[in-house]
């Protein structure tokens, strides 16, 4: 069913600036509407998901979403909100990554059936590729004149920066290149609206003008806000850099967690971006969140739409089970379900020894499991008091004095955890070499 597009980002928070006449450009039938995408980097990161979502609403508003994998501009360099370029791909590079990105995007967007809004994924490249310097400066670049360029804010901040390294031409082009794509989609698909961070205002309004004054056409602008954290840290990044949407650079229960880790003001703004629940199903989940917010139900429900969406529904309830594990109850068959790689991120961090696995093979009794031989516990006494009090469980399962550690004991043939209490972790790493 076709939504107002422009009324459905409102509410949602996602709507920054927009210029005159867009919603009513939309209301009036179908069109076509594309979103910038950098292809630096063979996968998507969350940084780019507000964008992704924006298309996927306009698709289900019944527009035709575009992406625009940016292979030439990712040779340039986008000075927006940059202080220094990028380093530029070469075209192989560029294409694997666009591939990579496209499987990401159809998660999202519907490339593949025969309706008239199905998505497209294109790449600026191939119609760039061909036009030489004398052809653009003569039939783009004569339209924009460079006081029109100048008073760009990403242009001024690079021209007046104090460090005294300014702008290569190169950069400085980058509207130029992005505008003439907006020229280029309005051309061939008819489209009229260009969409991106509230940053690329300059650069889409660059398109615009290219439209008007080449083709005499009209096209449309429209910004979401850059997305921050309430905390005043960086959105999307860990310590260990971007998450990303790619499992083999942020696995699924990294990502479940950075979202279940949301702060309660940012959950109540992220709810509303990066899902598709209905706005009634969100002010009720907001609403019961606030009368307990200790039950981080809005933190749940986020983080299992994304994981679901961006990776499956199964990777959701593994990760749902590792987490348990550390925050919740579980039992022996919950710890031996986890894979090495997400054993080692669950209990990254968690104090460790390594033995040969041969100690392991022939029989470790408890107290030098937890003493003697790892210094979990600080002595031999304090370890037998914890055994005799039926604080002490191995792997989850309560254990006495009496019990050794064999080989039956290694997870993924790994590794053994060690337990006091409720909190207090300690993991045997069986070394075979």
């Not at 210094?375 to 009090?389: D, H, I, M, T």
Request: with cysteine; proline share 2%; aromatic share 8%.
């Amino acid at each position: 069913m076709a939504t107002n597009f422009v009324k459905e980002l409102e509410w949602r928070g996602m709507l920054h600036d927009v210029m005159p006449g867009t919603e009513e450009h939309l209301l009036s039938g179908m069109q076509a509407a594309y979103v910038g995408i950098d292809p630096t980097a063979d996968s998507l990161h969350i940084g780019h998901l507000v964008g992704v979502m924006m298309l996927r609403h306009f698709q289900m508003a019944g527009h035709k979403p575009i992406g625009l994998v940016g292979g030439a501009t990712g040779m340039i360099g986008d000075p927006s909100g940059k202080s220094a370029e990028r380093n530029l791909l070469d075209e192989t590079t560029l294409r694997m990554n666009q591939e990579a990105i496209k499987m990401q995007l159809s998660r999202f967007l519907d490339f593949e059936s025969d309706a008239e809004n199905a998505a497209v994924l294109v790449n600026n490249y191939d119609w760039m590729k061909d036009i030489t310097f004398l052809d653009f400066i003569r039939d783009v670049g004569k339209h924009i004149t460079v006081n029109y360029m100048m008073a760009k804010d990403s242009v001024k901040k690079r021209v007046s920066d104090e460090s005294g390294e300014g702008m290569s031409f190169t950069e400085f082009t980058y509207q130029l290149v992005q505008g003439y794509d907006f020229l280029h989609l309005y051309r061939k698909y008819n489209c009229t609206l260009q969409m991106g961070g509230s940053d690329q205002w300059g650069n889409i309004t660059t398109g615009t003008e290219l439209i008007r004054r080449i083709d005499g056409g009209k096209g449309y602008a429209l910004t979401c806000p850059l997305i921050t954290k309430a905390d005043g840290t960086k959105f999307g990044k860990t310590e260990s850099g971007n998450v990303w949407l790619d499992a083999h650079k942020t696995s699924p229960y990294k990502f479940y967690q950075y979202w279940l880790n949301t702060s309660d003001e940012d959950a109540e703004k992220y709810i509303k971006i990066f899902t598709f629940l209905s706005r009634e199903e969100i002010e009720g989940l907001v609403a019961e969140h606030r009368e307990a917010p200790h039950k981080r139900e809005l933190q749940r429900r986020l983080a299992e739409e994304l994981t679901t969406m961006v990776h499956s529904r199964q990777d959701l309830e593994n990760a749902v089970t590792a987490s348990s594990i550390l925050f919740g109850k579980s039992t022996a068959e919950s710890l031996r379900s986890l894979g090495e790689e997400t054993f080692m991120e669950v209990f990254e961090g968690v104090p460790q020894c390594h033995l040969p696995i041969g100690d392991i093979e022939s029989g470790l009794d408890m107290v030098a499991a937890l003493s003697a031989r790892t210094g979990f516990l600080k002595s031999n006494g304090e370890a037998l008091r914890e055994l005799k009090q039926n604080a002490i469980s191995v792997n989850k399962a309560k254990v006495d004095d009496s019990y050794t550690i064999t080989e039956k004991d290694l997870i993924s043939g790994k590794f053994v955890l060690l337990q006091r209490g409720k909190k207090n972790y300690f993991v045997l790493v069986a070394d075979t070499d």
